[in-house]
């Protein structure tokens, strides 16, 4: 079992930046592929990036390409969303996931452990 918590979100303007974290506890968080989501209102959650475990690896949704970059902390049990260059179209609430394996990446249903979620606002 791991919980998941994120922290971080809030008010910003176009242009700016945030950085989101995600504090894991529970068991071998190190071995997780760890992404992160989001979901606007009236839309679907959407992928937007993802982590190995060791690191190796980063996946982005070509929307974020360029402008957030995920990161992980294995030794404190935390993974980050630094997000820049932040849009209007970024809005919605963002949450992190992890799951076993390092495959469909951009599939939310094949994530078993989700957070409840941390509020970003970009304002134009």
């Known amino acids: 079992q791991v919980q998941l918590v994120e922290s971080g979100g809030g008010l910003v303007q176009a242009g700016g930046s945030l950085r989101l974290s995600c504090a894991a506890s529970?068991?071998?968080?190190?071995?997780?592929?760890m992404g992160w989501f989001r979901q606007a209102p009236g839309k679907e959650r959407e992928f937007v990036a993802a982590?190995?475990?060791?690191?190796?690896?980063?996946y982005y949704a070509d929307s974020v390409k360029g402008r957030f970059t995920i990161s992980r902390d294995n030794a404190n049990d935390i993974v980050y969303l630094q997000m820049n260059n932040l849009k209007p179209e970024d809005t919605a609430v963002y949450y992190c996931a992890a799951k076993s394996y390092y495959i469909n990446l951009a599939n939310a249903r094949t994530y078993v452990y989700w957070g409840q979620g941390t509020q970003v606002t970009v304002s134009s």
């Open positions: 529970g068991r071998t968080f190190s071995s997780y592929t």
């Open positions: 982590i190995s475990w060791k690191e190796s690896n980063t």
